[in-house]
């Protein structure tokens, strides 16, 4: 099953752009994924379990850091190509 997730993080900090520079880079080297960044989320498309692996492996480290953080992430059960407009 094909699934796409959009995420946002909010590092609570006034040095922000660090954070998400890193979680991006970090999920961007997990395989099996399609990825798509603007300047207000990250689009990720790829197989349920690969996606969600991949969601766990790029947050842990900032989950474990010492920068508190919010994460938005909405996760849809359709593949969708990151980017693109998707017609309804």
């Known amino acids: 099953m094909m699934i796409s997730a959009e995420l ?7 040095d922000y752009e660090a954070p998400i520079i ?13 990825l798509a960044t603007n300047g207000l989320s990250t689009q990720v498309t790829g197989a349920y379990d690969d ?6 492996e790029a947050m842990r480290p ?3 850091g010492s920068t508190s953080c919010s994460f938005v992430i ?4 359709v ?10």
């Open 51 to 56: 996606v969600m692996a991949a969601l766990t």
């Open 22 to 34: 890193d979680f991006i880079k970090r999920l961007r080297s997990q395989p099996g994924l399609r």
């Open 8 to 14: 946002s993080l909010y590092p609570l900090t006034s």
């Open 79 to 88: 593949g969708i190509e990151p980017g693109e407009e998707v017609t309804i």
């Open 62 to 64: 900032t989950m474990d």
């Open 74 to 77: 909405k996760i849809l059960n």
